[in-house]
Every structure is written in C-alpha cells, then in structure tokens.
C-alpha cells in the first residue's frame, strides 16, 4: 500500500511538473530576455552517479547518465569509514559511459592507490564536484528528498558578456526525471543581469542573484552575480606610418586590451583634414576593428585613435604623395627635319597630359656619325626641346622616349651638305699648294747658292703636316672610313712632291737661261 501511494506521489508530481511547464509564470518572464540572451544552453541538466561499489573488489564505477560530456576534474570520491579522499584528474566523460576507480588490488580505468581502500566489513562512498557538493552516495544509502544544485555558487560577469550556469541534479534523488523545460530561472535584478535557459548575461555595473526552481515551486539552487565594468587598458594600430597617393584609401585594423573590456567603443581623428581624412572606427565587440583612412592630397598628417573618454591614444603618421600621373602622349613640332652640316637645329617636345607626374625624356640619335642629339631640356609643364647637331651628309633617327619607357616617338634628320665649307677646303688646299710652289721655289734657288738642305727638310715637314691635317678635315667632311684618309693624305704628299720636282726643274731651266744669256 506504501508502495502504490509513493507511485502515485510521484505521478502527480510528474503530471504537474509538465503542466508547470507549460502554464507557469515564470516561464513567460524569462521569454522577455530572449531578445537580449541569443546563445542556447541545451546541456543545462547534470547526472553524474555512482553505478557499483565493490568492497572486497576494490572497485568502484561512476556513471554520466547526462545528455552531454561532464569533465571530472577536480570531483572526487570519499570513503566514508576510512575518510580517504581521490580527486579526479582532467577525465571527460561521456554520455552514459562508465569509468572504474581501483585500489589495492582492483583493476580499473583510473588507480586511486596501490593500497586497500574500502573496508569490507562496512563501507560506503560518497561522489562530491569540484565545488565539494555532494552529488551521489553509494546505492544503497540514498535517500529520497534532495533535487539538486548550481555548478557555481557565485559568478563574476563584465557588462555584456554572458556564461552558462548548469543544474547538477542529485543522482540519488527520487526526482531524476527532471527536463529542462521543467526549470525556472528569476534573476532579482534584471537591470543588472538577467538569465534565460541558464544563459546568464551582464547588462548593467551591480549584483544579483540568479535562483533556479522547478516548474511546481521548489527552489533548487542560488547563484551571487557580480556585475563589473572592465576599462579598456590600451588601444593600438596595426601601423605607426601610412603612405597613401592621393585618392586611395586604405584600413587599418585596431586592436583594443583586454579584449573583453566593457565599453568597446573609440574615436578617431585626424589632424590635417586637407591631407588625410578618417572615417568612425567599427568595432566587433571581441576587442578588435577596423578604421578607414583617405588620403586628400600632398602633406603628412595624423591620425589619432582614443577611448571615448579621450584616454589611451595612439597615432598613425599617414604621408600623402600625389597621385601619379602617366604620360599619354609624345609629341613633336615636326616630324622630320632638315640640318646642313655643322649646323644646329631645336626639335620641340610635347606630352600629354602637361600635369604627368615624371616629365623626363630621353633622346638618342641612330648615327652619331650623321646627327648628335643633347639630353632634353623640360620646363615641367609638359613642353621641352632637344637640340640635334648635324654632322655629316646622310639621314639618321632621332628617338626621344619617356623616363618610364612608355612613350616613345621618333624624328627623321637628313643632314646636307655644307658646299661653303668644301669650297673653303678646295681653296684652302689650292693656296697652300701654290704657297708651298713658290717657297720651295726659292728655298731650293737658296740652297743652290749655299748649299744649306736642312732649310728644305724644315718646309718639307711643315708642308707635310698641314697637308696631313687638311686630309683628315677633308676625310671627316665626306664622312670616309681610314683608308680613303689615307688615299686623301697620300694624293697630297704626290701633290707636294711632284710641286718639289716641278720648282727644281723651274731652278735649273732658270739657271741654264742665265747662263746662256
């Protein structure tokens, strides 16, 4: 009879335990913090149990009848008579899987001592958590009137952060078919903290305390909730220098410490807007963002980061650099020219754009034996000129590119002849011929008298040298290799030898005319 009325006081109790569930106020209040608690806290019910002792066996197995792995470390077994204690060392245990603590000489998964631990003439053990709550005593000493208790009795929060609290139903109670759904969770200050599904979460600086009942009334467990506000401690850039061209736009990460601080939130400013421009921070609530930077134009400005509060700077020195311009176009006033030989003509240069960052040119002639060019001269606005000399009959290419190599144009040179000059040479070459005639005439009259030839030999080098030299000009103006210098000379030294001959033989026809008269 004691038998059935304790079945159907358990049945009740289920029975309203479910209704509960469905209808009781307390659940409404706590669906009022689902907008601000978003995680879950599925595996908010504990079980862990003893499964067997076994005295002379020096054996005992602990059970996880939870839906989810508990780690055992730091939870531990007592003998009862003998006092002895064994703390668990970091062992997760799995869903209804069962681990054996041995002694003596037991064999099991975990050894708690190589001595004897139970007494076998009367033992019992005792399963407490790593808060020293006792959560189970050995089968067959368990009574029936616990439920169970929070896995914390207190609990730190900063504002904004959240952490799960879990209900570790005792195993040797009757009530060990609670869900849950049959779970009421109340925080006594809701301004301060509230909970949702054992989701705790900080919303304001203060205390609280976050109670647990089951669906029917019965209080289970209380936890002490502090509230703190955690100031940020130092803000910093992934960069202490930026160089931007003008126009472009970079981010930089920020980093703030510690990284759970309260208020995330920091400014941002620069101290040359002209130059560089900054965008409002974004932060992703983890301690980290990001901030955009602009460059404006041509200068060194900073940028400035702080807590709302102004505390805690730091700077990025950002150089702005104007922004390149590439040079589109090469132009020429003509494109082709004509230069007498000797002479020096001026070839304009145009680029576009007439803004184009790097102005500079260079010029090359494809024969120098025809046409010299001098490096340009720009005035940075996009004009310049080049000045290319004529040197010898012939048409050579004068080629002006761009520093970058982009841009290249060329201009055809043809080089005339300069007949002025030539004429200047025949006649040059005619009067010293005729001059030389008539000194070697009278130096050879001379030496007749008196018989001194080193005056000869003195004219003959002279003559020769200035010949040679007139041969090289000659050579050079027709633009003639080594050889045909040669011919030139070796024509001239015939020249000068058959005028030698020729004012002897005048000196001896004079000399017999004089002495036939």
Request: hydrophobic letters at 40%; charged letters at 25%.
């Amino acid at each position: 009879m004691i038998y059935s009325s304790k079945k159907l006081l358990i049945t009740m109790i289920t029975i309203t335990a479910l209704i509960g569930g469905f209808f009781n106020p307390y659940i409404s209040i706590n669906s009022l913090n689902d907008n601000e608690i978003h995680s879950s806290n599925e595996d908010v019910i504990e079980i862990i149990s003893i499964e067997s002792l076994d005295l002379e066996g020096e054996r005992i197995e602990i059970v996880n009848k939870s839906n989810h792995s508990v780690n055992l470390e730091g939870w531990s077994i007592h003998s009862v008579t003998g006092g002895q204690k064994y703390v668990f060392p970091d062992y997760p245990l799995e869903p209804n899987e069962i681990v054996c603590v041995c002694s003596g000489n037991g064999n099991g998964d975990l050894r708690w001592s190589p001595k004897f631990i139970w007494n076998n003439e009367g033992d019992s053990a005792e399963l407490k958590d790593n808060l020293g709550n006792l959560v189970d005593i050995e089968p067959s000493q368990r009574p029936t009137d616990s439920i169970g208790f929070l896995n914390k009795d207190e609990m730190k929060l900063a504002v904004g952060e959240s952490e799960n609290l879990k209900v570790r139903i005792i195993a040797y109670t009757s009530r060990t078919d609670i869900s849950s759904e049959m779970l009421v969770w109340e925080s006594t200050d809701e301004t301060v903290a509230v909970v949702n599904k054992g989701v705790v979460k900080g919303i304001n600086e203060g205390e609280a305390t976050i109670t647990v009942k089951t669906s029917f009334g019965e209080l289970v467990d209380r936890c002490s909730i502090e509230i703190v506000v955690i100031a940020v401690s130092k803000t910093h850039l992934n960069k202490d220098e930026l160089q931007l061209t003008e126009g472009e736009i970079e981010t930089l990460a920020i980093k703030i410490e510690p990284l759970n601080a309260t208020n995330q939130a920091v400014t941002a400013k620069s101290t040359n807007t002209n130059v560089a421009t900054v965008k409002d921070p974004v932060m992703n609530g983890e301690g980290e963002g990001t901030v955009e930077i602009t460059g404006v134009r041509k200068g060194t400005a900073e940028i400035k980061i702080t807590t709302v509060d102004g505390s805690h700077p730091d700077i990025c020195t950002v150089i702005v650099i104007p922004k390149e311009i590439i040079v589109s176009s090469l132009e020429f006033d003509e494109e082709t020219i004509e230069i007498v030989e000797g002479k020096i003509e001026t070839l304009a240069i145009k680029i576009e754009p007439s803004n184009a960052t790097n102005q500079a040119v260079t010029a090359k002639s494809t024969n120098t034996n025809v046409a010299t060019v001098k490096d340009p001269v720009m005035n940075g606005e996009g004009e310049g000129i080049v000045e290319i000399t004529g040197v010898r009959k012939g048409i050579a290419e004068i080629t002006v590119t761009t520093e970058d190599g982009k841009q290249s144009k060329p201009c055809e040179v043809k080089v005339k002849r300069n007949w002025i000059i030539l004429f200047m040479l025949v006649i040059g070459v005619v009067v010293i011929l005729a001059v030389n005639y008539l000194m070697a005439y009278h130096v050879v009259k001379k030496i007749k008298k008196d018989r001194n030839r080193h005056i000869l030999e003195m004219f003959i080098i002279f003559f020769s040298l200035l010949l040679f030299y007139i041969g090289y000009l000659i050579a050079q103006y027709f633009g003639t290799d080594v050889m045909v210098w040669l011919a030139v000379v070796t024509a001239l030294y015939a020249a000068l030898i058959v005028i030698y001959h020729s004012a002897l033989h005048d000196t001896e026809s004079n000399e017999k005319w004089e002495k036939s008269n």
